[in-house]
């Protein structure tokens, strides 16, 4: 029973499954049907109709609608019930659409459906006759199959629409082509609106559909298709402009400026073109950007920014920091020349920023970027990097007058930035470099700067080639700093020998231009001569006047030159004499004399005669010439004898400095000698060498020896040099000769022991040969200071027979008998004076105080008494006494000087005596000592005073005492006060000296108040105090003044801006810039300094 109903129910779901499955496929028919018939009709519709956008518009919505319903209807609603989910038809509903097909077994299966729905619904006892009628049934019904109801022919009739329909839309295909992908493109676009095609249309050439705001955007349309139209215009929303025509069928319009989107159509006629749109894009721009400069921090510049400037020239290694204020930028890049890497701005606001360290040369591209636009290029520029050049420097040198060894210098240096350190820098035969600094100022880059220096200040050995130079180093900080050096310079230090020879050779010329000069003095005298003689007898014509007078102005400035010549050898040779360290102080004030002589030999009087000569010969007056002739070859004798004498005393005095050579070059090699004798034995290589090389200069010492001595025997009144020297000199070859015979039998120490002996010898060979001079020396002055006092007696004598004869000839008339003995006395006087005149040269010539002081005066005298009778014997009284008086002056004047001359004599020769100090000057001058023992005494007769009245002793001992105190201070008093007038204490000392005399005022003053007391014993020891100080003062003083007798060459290197001239303009230079308050950029600051150092220059 069980079974037979499960197969009915069985039978009905495969019956209601195969019911879905064709509804499913008449379904899927449907739907192709009808979605191609829609397909066709809307395709066909729109080919043809061109349908509105509203309108396709529609379609298109509907056309979802309608797929969506037709798909659920005839597709999902079946595959649903297929698979059994939801709703789907019951056993009933399948039994009615079976009825359909088997109408007779309707009611029999409704019966047996509904039978076997309460089958189970009742218990099996009760209805078991209910379940037999309901099997029976179920067997009437078996046999019919219940699927046959479902026919899926029945379906077939829809492949025929199916057909018909794909039949349709081939064939309209075949013919219209076309029309699906048109109708379906526009459908598809169902915003865009398009129009019928007409006989052409309108194709944008190049068409993007965007412009970059704020440009010109030029729009080019042509025309294709059958018809060509003449005109085209573009439509906007309020507005038509036509079209520029290019050719027949290509059309332009430039729309300008763009700043927002447009849209337009294009119409020729009838015929609109679809609408397009040009979208405005923003390009990336830069409205601002600054550059920051930062340079290095020892270029010491400000902080520079450059505005929208993008080439800039910076100093190596500057910081740029570059800022840009963009318009539509997003992002953006710098690309630097030396580098393939982009360098990324960075991004600050709406500002994009850069920062880099320039060290070189370089270009840089800058890249923008937005949406629209990736790395749009917006401009390029150039970094121009200032290397940090090398300084620059420039020396000039000059050579100290006084010192061979002593230059002085002026550079100047120049830099962009400026400099760390300057230096002076030498260099002696592969010797390390010395180096000196120089102060400079650091912050100015242009500038100069003085140094000096004695080469004899420092210890090179003779035969030394020092190089020497400066350096300059600029404050570059990137880099370092870079140096500079001047040219180089060499200084040759020559040896004794070298500097001998150099000395005497100068000294020859110098004595060779004096007898030039004296030669050519004696040339212009003869000349003088004939042309007094042409003018006075007119023997010669104008024009050998005029050829005698050129002649004798020739020989002048001949004469001017030699003796400048002579000046400046002169002056050579002190230099030379100065840089061997001569320190002898009486050879030295020798010099000078000399030197001032020399300097002062053309005599301004005959200069002015000169100049009045020439004058009166281009009028060629004969009295005048005549005249002036005379007077001018007197004082161009004069001028001979003062050349004369100075030639001697240069003879006598280079005679003394030869020696002084001589002898300091024989002790330098004694002591070379005795030196090379200590050395080892071991180096008997070296000691023979030695002994061979001081062979050599002993030779050499005794030619240059003998040509002193052969000079010496030339000159007036030699010097005396001992026969004993020619004995020592034998000895002293003979001891070499034994040394030589020593080393080549090759015992060395032998040897080496005779030569410490030979430089014994040297040695006391050198002190004789200096004892004979300096004894020599001292004989000479003592004769002359005799002499000198022999003649100064005569010159007084001579003084008062001419204060007679004056007063004679005042007594008498020239008609007066008596008149001519007068003028055969004033003769006698002229002879007379002619004596003490030719002994006062021959003086002058041993005694350079002597030359130096009376001058050309004697001349003078001379010349007076010649007018003196000349005036006279012409009857000219007035005239003559008035020469008379004249000598009288001169005369009195001449014995000042040597009476000063005497004194200086006498000083000079008890200097040369030992044991001379100042302050215990023999002949009874007051001392240090002597006030200090005074000083002394005074404090215990004062401590006597005081203790008396202390002890009530005031009676007439104490007065007596006090009498003899105040009496002994006065005279203190009075020596100190003559110390004070005698000067060359010193500023220190003299300044001491003038308290103790106020302290001494003081005491007086208490002594006359009776104010006596022990605070008077306390000044008394002040007293003492202040002479102790004095004392040392003034021995200071005397030191100092010693070692600037030995170190002055140096002292006069100590300025050498004044040797430059240079001070007055370097103290403009520095105001002018250092308190100028005007701000120069650097390239004008430079400008300045350079301005201002040629300026110095010029």
Aim: glycine content about 4%; hydrophobic content about 35%.
């Amino acid at each position: 029973m069980e079974n037979n109903r499960d197969i009915f129910i069985a039978k009905l779901d495969r019956f209601i499954r195969k019911h879905y499955q064709n509804l499913l496929l008449r379904g899927f028919l449907l739907c192709i049907v009808l979605l191609l018939s829609y397909f066709f009709l809307i395709s066909f519709s729109e080919y043809f109709l061109y349908l509105s956008v509203a309108i396709r518009t529609t379609l298109i919505f509907f056309s979802v609608v309608l797929i969506i319903v037709l798909g659920y209807q005839f597709l999902i609603r079946p595959i649903i019930g297929l698979l059994k989910i939801g709703k789907r038809i019951s056993y009933r509903q399948a039994i009615d659409i079976i009825s359909t097909h088997f109408p007779d077994l309707q009611d029999k299966l409704i019966n047996t459906l509904e039978l076997t729905e309460q089958a189970e619904q009742i218990n099996q006892k009760e209805n078991s006759l209910l379940l037999a009628s309901i099997n029976q049934r179920i067997e009437s019904v078996k046999i019919i199959p219940f699927r046959n109801a479902v026919s899926f022919k029945a379906n077939y009739k829809y492949l025929k629409y199916l057909f018909a329909i794909a039949t349709v839309i081939a064939l309209v295909h075949f013919l219209i082509p076309d029309m699906y992908s048109n109708s379906m493109e526009r459908l598809v676009n169902y915003r865009t609106k398009y129009t019928p095609l007409a006989d052409f249309s309108f194709e944008l050439d190049n068409w993007t559909g965007r412009a970059v705001k704020g440009s010109n955007f030029s729009l080019k349309a042509r025309t294709e298709g059958k018809y060509i139209p003449n005109e085209v215009y573009l439509l906007t929303d309020n507005s038509r402009f036509l079209m520029k025509k290019e050719n027949s069928i290509e059309f332009s319009y430039l729309f300008r400026n763009i700043n927002s989107d447009i849209s337009f159509r294009l119409q020729s006629g009838k015929v609109i073109s679809e609408e397009f749109k040009i979208t405005v894009i923003s390009k990336p721009g830069i409205k601002n950007f600054s550059i920051s400069i930062k340079s290095p921090t020892y270029t010491k510049l400000p902080l520079r920014i450059e505005k929208n400037i993008g080439d800039v020239s910076v100093p190596e290694g500057s910081e740029l920091k570059w800022v840009f204020e963009t318009d539509f930028s997003s992002t953006g890049e710098l690309i630097f020349s030396d580098s393939l890497n982009p360098s990324p701005l960075i991004l600050d606001g709406n500002r994009l920023q850069f920062s880099r360290k320039i060290r070189k040369q370089n270009s840089y591209r800058i890249y923008l970027s937005n949406k629209e636009f990736d790395r749009e290029t917006y401009a390029k520029y150039n970094v121009d990097v200032v290397p940090d050049l090398y300084p620059q420097i420039k020396i000039a040198s000059i050579q100290d007058s006084l010192i061979e060894s002593g230059y002085y210098f002026r550079g100047q240096i120049k830099d962009d930035y400026g400099f760390s350190k300057l230096r002076f820098v030498y260099e002696a035969d592969n010797l390390p470099p010395v180096y000196i600094p120089i102060s400079l100022n650091r912050n100015l880059s242009a500038q100069e700067f003085f140094f000096s220096f004695d080469f004899a200040s420092e210890n090179f050995q003779e035969g030394s080639n020092v190089k020497y130079y400066f350096e300059v180093f600029d404050n570059d900080g990137i880099n370092g700093a870079k140096k500079a050096s001047s040219e180089q310079f060499n200084y040759y230090i020559p040896d004794s020998k070298q500097l001998y020879d150099l000395n005497t050779a100068v000294q020859d010329s110098i004595g060779s231009k004096i007898n030039q000069s004296i030669q050519l003095s004696e040339s212009i005298q003869q000349d003088i001569l004939r042309m007094q003689k042409n003018t006075l007898d007119g023997s010669a014509e104008k024009w050998q006047q005029e050829q005698l007078l050129n002649e004798i102005g020739n020989k002048k400035k001949q004469l001017d030159d030699l003796l400048q010549e002579v000046i400046q050898e002169n002056q050579r040779k002190n230099r030379l004499m100065n840089s061997t360290g001569m320190d002898d102080p009486l050879l030295m004030e020798k010099q000078k004399q000399i030197e001032d002589l020399l300097e002062k030999i053309m005599d301004p009087e005959l200069q002015k005669l000169f100049d009045e000569f020439n004058k009166l010969a281009e009028d060629l007056k004969s009295e005048d010439i005549n005249k002036l002739g005379n007077k001018l070859k007197m004082s161009v004798d004069d001028f001979q004898k003062q050349l004369d004498r100075n030639l001697q005393l240069l003879e006598r005095y280079e005679i003394e400095v030869r020696v002084q050579q001589l002898t300091d070059r024989i002790n330098k090699l004694a002591e070379e000698q005795d030196k090379s004798a200590n050395k080892n034995r071991k180096d008997s290589e070296k000691i023979m060498q030695d002994q061979k090389l001081g062979e050599e200069k002993w030779n050499e010492l005794k030619e240059d020896l003998k040509d002193v001595l052969d000079k010496n025997s030339s000159i007036q009144k030699p010097y005396d040099f001992d026969g004993d020297l020619n004995d020592l000199q034998d000895e002293i070859d003979e001891m070499i000769q034994e040394s030589n015979q020593f080393f080549e039998n090759n015992k060395i120490g032998k040897g080496a022991k005779n030569m410490k002996k030979t430089s014994t010898k040297q040695k006391s060979f050198a002190q004789k040969l200096n004892d004979n001079i300096a004894n020599s020396t001292s004989a000479q002055m003592t004769a002359d200071i005799g002499n000198l006092i022999r003649l100064m007696n005569n010159l007084i004598e001579f003084s008062f027979q001419q204060e007679e004869v004056l007063n004679g000839f005042k007594r008498i008339g020239y008609l007066n008998p008596k008149y001519v003995e007068m003028i055969e006395k004033q003769g006698d006087l002229k002879e007379e004076y002619a004596l003490i005149q030719d002994s006062l040269i021959a003086l002058s010539t041993r005694s350079p105080q002597v030359a130096s002081l009376i001058g050309n005066r004697i001349f003078n005298i001379e010349n007076e008494l010649e007018k003196v009778i000349t005036e006279a014997s012409e009857r000219r009284k007035i005239q003559a006494a008035t020469a008379q008086q004249k000598v009288l002056t001169d005369v009195n004047e001449l014995s000042v000087f040597l009476l000063e001359a005497l004194k200086q004599m006498m000083e000079q020769m008890a200097n040369t005596m030992p044991g001379d100090q100042m302050g215990d000057q023999k002949g009874g001058q007051p001392s240090f000592s002597g006030l200090k023992s005074d000083q002394k005494s005074l404090k215990k007769m004062l401590e006597e005073l005081i203790s008396d009245m202390k002890n009530g002793k005031s009676g007439k001992d104490s007065k007596e005492k006090l009498g003899k105190f105040l009496q002994q201070q006065e005279m203190y008093r009075q020596n100190l006060q003559e110390m004070l007038q005698n000067g060359g204490l010193g500023n220190e000392s003299e300044k001491i000296l003038r308290e103790v005399t106020k302290m001494l005022d003081q005491m007086e003053s208490d002594i006359s108040n009776f104010s006596i007391n022990s605070n008077m014993i306390l000044r008394q020891n002040r007293i003492f105090s202040k002479l102790l100080e004095a004392e040392n003062a003034h021995r200071e003083k005397d030191f100092d003044k010693k070692r600037e007798s030995k170190s002055g060459n140096i002292l006069k290197l100590s300025n050498p801006r004044e040797i430059f001239e240079y001070k007055r303009v370097r103290t403009d230079f520095e105001g002018v810039f250092y308190d100028s308050n005007v701000k120069l950029f650097d390239y004008y600051n430079k400008l300045y300094l350079d301005y201002m150092i040629k300026l110095n220059n010029d």
